[in-house]
């Protein structure tokens, strides 16, 4: 059994009785799944039935933070969502950190299933072992802001952490996220999966003490973390100083910063507007989640113009990218408003610039009309523009209506050839990296269970010149299977189940001016530390090959849950604009990635992994993995090789 690490409870809220139990979390769950994605991907594959509307009752929204959330372990405050996703049919998982995932482990939880839908909207108020149900309509139409601040006097506790939507997840928009804080649980469409359950917020707040197994073990674990970090300069000198907005330098001197819904990458590189430098200027304080002495968040200000007083935490780089390099923005100041705007009304930054950038080049085209828009002038660079469609988006309002459910479903809507022009792999908007010039970070855009997320598989060897395992010239395809499957898994097993920051993990190669990036040798030092940590915290016997492991099972059971609902080797291919068109400028210019190519990798990805030709796991896989409840339903299915 664990001695520590974990709280040892399930809390189950039945928002359509509004009752709740507890139950206790099974050990062979935290050995075989550890927590945060491997808990609720496990959840979810059990319990939400196949083939369920996304917005019905029968979805399931599950929270889990990791065994090291709430101990002393440095950057660990982070936490898994997922239910099936409204927006692609997948999962839909996104992680988020800030504080709510300590006070959670504080409260004694270790996972939340919401289940079911309430009448009318309600929020949920967790203090320990006392849950209540509380009336929300005097909340419904808060931005999520005021939500919070108004939850924590009602309650009476300022030191209550909530996680809530805002108007977009209301109105079940369908790129709407969950907001803590001020950290979203981005993409894939989860805000509307609260909003569709009535349920606007859950408040949680915590007395109690996450155990540790073998203190000694975890504080030597602990302190060769802490030296890691400071023996890297990157860490305090760059993303402590500057966060993520560093990368938009570093994309832009590769030739891959995204420009104007991928069209003109290597074209429009506006790193001396809206780059690290740039930004660090209107700095005026970081900020930290839980117990990180890194403190990676900026805070920043526009001081003039028509968006000055706009404060916002970050942008981190995605965001930034979002509302520059896609809509062709190189205002700096417009970004702090998008970037707070989206994160008041509760909207996913990266799926809404893209959406946005979407419209804009159907518009350009003369696919759209201001006739169409609503009289908005929507060519790329046109700042205000943007910002009315942000709130239009949100309220579902004038032209912000046909947008509010994606960029795919808008094309629906629209016609006239638009699909052509979406930017997306399984439902989901393409993320700030153009791939064409990236191509094992292309192939985990193309092969991860949520769709087109950058951060299921990073390839810091392509974009930071990272040396592990090895390495790498990220326009070769050789090898880039192997490497995608390697930073997948070993992605999952150190960071989004134990839970732990991915930023600190890889910050020898983030921001690392050193051309070689992070070397083989501080790699394999992050991962013993981090599976050392995991042993002495819980008194499980996990080694780096049980976790690497972990992560494996984690993945192959998110491609099971896909396989389920009818995704396979059709919808692990890049868009057409990657495949046929060669990037026209930059430092990657003439590059793409032709279907042969991919096929190439796909082919080599599939085998490592154990899937059939058509990207479905096969059964032998499946039982080797213990996934043996999912090779039960995929073989009732008539999905499964042997």
């Not at 399931?60 to 709430?70: C, D, E, N, R, V």
């Not at 949920?124 to 808060?142: C, H, K, P, T, Y």
């Not at 996450?210 to 674990?221: G, H, I, K, L």
Request: aromatic share 8%; charged share 20%; glycine share 10%.
């Amino acid at each position: 059994m664990y001695h520590g690490g974990y709280m040892g409870r399930i809390l189950r809220l039945d928002l359509t009785n509004q009752t709740y139990k507890t139950e206790a979390l099974p050990v062979e769950m935290a050995r075989n799944f550890v927590g945060g994605t491997g808990f609720v991907l496990k959840l979810l594959f059990d319990e939400v039935p196949y083939g369920i509307d996304a917005l019905g009752p029968s979805n399931k929204l599950i929270i889990a933070p990791g065994p090291l959330t709430g101990t002393e372990s440095p950057c660990s405050s982070r936490m898994a969502y997922a239910a099936q996703s409204p927006l692609t049919g997948a999962v839909g998982m996104a992680l988020s950190g800030g504080h709510f995932p300590a006070q959670m482990k504080f409260a004694g939880y270790d996972v939340l299933v919401i289940e079911g839908r309430a009448a009318s909207p309600v929020y949920v108020w967790i203090n320990d072992d006392q849950v209540s149900f509380r009336r929300a309509e005097r909340l419904w139409g808060m931005n999520t802001l005021d939500c919070q601040v108004f939850i924590k006097e009602e309650v009476r506790e300022q030191n209550a952490r909530i996680a809530c939507i805002g108007p977009a997840g209301e109105r079940l928009a369908r790129i709407a996220c969950i907001i803590n804080e001020r950290r979203a649980a981005g993409r894939k469409g989860l805000g509307a999966v609260m909003g569709s359950k009535n349920l606007k917020a859950i408040a949680i707040h915590g007395t109690q003490q996450v155990p540790v197994a073998d203190r000694q073990q975890f504080s030597d674990a602990r302190s060769g973390l802490l030296k890691l970090f400071k023996d890297t300069p990157s860490v305090y000198g760059g993303l402590s100083k500057v966060g993520t907005s560093e990368c938009i330098d570093v994309t832009c001197a590769l030739g891959i910063f995204p420009a104007m819904n991928y069209s003109r990458t290597g074209e429009f590189e506006p790193a001396d507007k809206v780059g690290s430098e740039a930004q660090f200027r209107d700095t005026i304080r970081r900020t930290a989640c839980h117990n990180c002495p890194v403190a990676c968040s900026q805070v920043r200000l526009a001081r003039d113009g028509p968006y000055a007083g706009f404060l916002t935490e970050g942008p981190e780089f995605e965001s930034s990218w979002a509302f520059s390099g896609a809509t062709g923005v190189d205002y700096l100041p417009a970004l702090y408003a998008a970037d707070r705007l989206c994160d008041e009304l509760g909207l996913d930054t990266m799926s809404t610039g893209m959406t946005i950038a979407f419209a804009m080049e159907l518009y350009e085209r003369g696919i759209l009309t201001q006739e169409d828009t609503g009289g908005l002038d929507l060519r790329f660079g046109n700042h205000e523009a943007m910002i009315r469609l942000i709130q239009q988006i949100a309220y579902r309002q004038g032209f912000g209506s046909v947008l509010a459910d994606g960029a795919r479903q808008a094309a629906a809507r629209i016609g006239r050839g638009s699909e052509k022009y979406v930017m997306h792999i399984k439902g989901l908007e393409l993320p700030g990296y153009d791939v064409r010039g990236a191509k094992a970070h292309g192939l985990s855009y193309a092969t991860t269970y949520v769709g087109a997320d950058h951060n299921r598989g990073y390839a810091a060897q392509e974009i930071f010149g990272a040396r592990i395992p090895v390495a790498v010239d990220r326009f070769a395809i050789g090898g880039k299977a192997e490497l995608c499957k390697w930073n997948q898994d070993m992605k999952m097993a150190l960071c989004d189940c134990p839970t732990f920051c991915a930023f600190l993990l890889t910050a020898g190669a983030l921001l690392d001016p050193a051309p070689q990036g992070l070397s083989q040798a501080d790699t394999e030092a992050r991962i013993v530390t981090v599976t050392d940590m995991l042993a002495s915290a819980t008194g499980l016997p996990f080694t780096p090959a049980e976790i690497a492991r972990v992560g494996e099972r984690v993945n192959v059971l998110g491609r099971a849950f896909n396989a389920r609902e009818g995704f396979n080797r059709k919808d692990d291919y890049l868009p057409d604009r990657l495949t046929n068109e060669p990037l026209k400028a930059g430092a990657s210019k003439g590059q793409r990635t032709g279907r042969k190519d991919q096929d190439y990798m796909l082919d080599r990805y599939y085998e490592l992994y154990g899937y059939d030709q058509n990207g479905i796991p096969t059964r032998k896989r499946l039982v080797d993995l213990g996934l043996d409840n999912a090779a039960k339903v995929l073989e009732h299915m008539g999905l499964l090789s042997p």
